[in-house]
């Protein structure tokens, strides 16, 4: 024993010198290139002016035609300079543009996406350039009631290894200087559901719709790389910055995930009580008849359903459930869901109630009987109170499996946490931020809710002595 605590402290101690240094070394690396990193050059108004003149001027070439509509109204003059840490120069730049958002809101878009879904439907699934020729004219008339806005904004310009200078077009610059159009087509993005003739209509896999729109009011192919002209510590902390704000400050996008998470809480607390009383009652069948004999038919439907449930992947019977079985009632989606995993979870916790009844002495169950009490009695009073007792712990851990299991739940449109990271991954085309974001959500519930399993485990044992 005292040789592997040696062992441990050891390991133990090795691993923090390592944490140690690496924070060292991040550290002094850090301070190297702030103090390495700034512009080389002092620059005037005029000079910034004409670079941002010139790259506001490549634009139109990858722009759609919409949009060359607003590039036409709006004017950017350079008023301060200032210097940033990553060889940027910072301008403070008065801006003139036309208020976009304010005419092509959410509740806009959805009126032109049910036009545009009319058209679709009338001329025999016309493809994206026939959207885009039909309704161009109507969208860039809706624009041009914009009126005009007037503001301050920040625009960073680079200043390259040879000397020269790229002004750095951001989501936020454009999105300023456009008058809200990045937000517009992320609302348009956003768009799963729309009214059309009084029915709600699914255009979730109808891309050729939003690609029509997108292509009159879209940034085609500009480039939105940020220069690279900083040490590799600070070049991932500014594209790590970046990423987080794009993918959950940007308007509000954090909420998908808080809405999701509400969602996920509320599918598997729902699933986890619809478990629990349908395991009660196929465990109560299962003992009843191994005891007694009885429930014969009963207990021969419980072992094929207990055969079919556990042997069969939760998401194909979730698909079977809400695409088959409910479909002609018309079930809702979150409702189809709870069914299901309540029917799958039902499985597990029958089992597990059933081994711990089975684990209770049979002496209890006498004892119960020579004090005059029935076998329904005896069960209730005495054998299930021991029973849960010893299978609590297991009853929490099928909780922990039934939470994870719940991110399948998205494949019939449940929005749950992994269906906000998808949406958030299908606004912003970034993978990375939306997918580790909802991984370490169910993490930190799965940590939690181990946590709390263990101090359960350790009070019951504690009750035992």
């Known amino acids: 024993m005292r040789k592997k605590s040696s062992v441990s402290k050891i390991i133990a101690a090795i691993l923090c010198g390592v944490i140690i240094l690496g924070v060292v070394y991040l550290g002094v690396e850090l301070a190297v290139e702030l103090s390495d990193n700034k512009a080389t050059v002092e620059v005037t108004l005029e000079e ?26 709006m004017s950017v003059k350079v008023k301060e300079v200032d210097y940033g840490i990553e060889k940027d120069i910072i301008l403070l730049c008065d801006y003139k543009t036309l208020d976009v958002a304010s005419v092509l809101t959410k509740e806009k878009l959805n009126q032109i996406m049910s036009e545009v879904y009319g058209y679709y439907l009338v001329n025999g699934r ?39 200078f790229k002004t750095y077009f951001s989501d936020e610059t454009l999105n300023t200087v456009f008058g809200g159009l990045i937000s517009v087509q992320r609302n348009l993005s956003a768009i799963n559901n729309i009214e059309y003739n009084g029915e709600t209509v699914d255009i979730k896999n109808l891309n050729t719709l939003r690609t029509g729109i997108h292509n009159i009011i879209a940034f ?13 510590l ?33 599918l598997t607390g729902c699933a986890l009580l619809f478990g629990i009383v349908l395991g009660l009652l196929i465990a109560a069948i299962r003992v009843t008849h191994d005891k007694t004999g009885s429930l014969g038919i009963l207990n021969g439907f419980c072992k094929i359903y207990l055969s079919v449930i556990r042997g069969t992947p939760v998401m194909v019977q979730l698909l079977i459930i809400y695409f088959v079985i409910l479909a002609p009632l018309d079930v809702n989606k979150f409702l189809a869901a709870v069914v299901c995993f309540g029917i799958n979870s039902g499985a597990y916790v029958a089992e597990i109630i059933r081994g711990g009844i089975e684990s209770v002495d049979g002496g209890q169950t006498e004892a119960g009987r020579s004090l005059g009490l029935g076998y329904a009695q005896t069960m209730l009073y005495i054998v299930i109170p021991q029973a849960f007792k010893t299978v609590l712990p297991s009853l929490a851990n099928e909780f922990i499996t039934l939470l994870k299991e719940t991110s399948v739940a998205f494949y019939i449109g449940v929005a749950d946490l992994t269906q906000a990271g998808i949406r958030i991954r299908s606004i912003t085309y970034s993978n990375f931020m939306p997918l580790i974001a909802i991984a370490l959500v169910y993490l930190v519930l799965v940590l939690i809710l181990t946590k709390l399993v263990g101090l359960l485990e350790k009070k019951l044992k504690k009750s035992e002595r």
């Open 48 to 73: 910034m002016q004409t670079v941002i003149d010139r790259d506001f001027a490549t634009l139109p070439a990858t722009i759609a035609y919409g949009t060359k509509e607003l590039y036409s109204n």
């Open 220 to 232: 085609v192919n500009y480039d939105s790389a940020k220069p690279n002209t900083s040490g590799w």
């Open 126 to 164: 016309v493809n994206s350039l026939g959207i885009q020729i039909e309704f161009e004219e109507k969208v860039i008339d809706i624009i041009k009631t914009a009126s005009v806005v007037e503001g301050e904004t920040e625009i960073k310009v680079y200043q390259l290894d040879d000397g020269s």
């Open 234 to 266: 600070l070049s991932w902390i500014s594209d790590f910055t970046d990423e987080f704000r794009r993918n959950f400050i940007d308007d509000d996008m954090w909420m998908y995930i808080w809405k999701g998470l509400i969602t996920t809480l509320e």
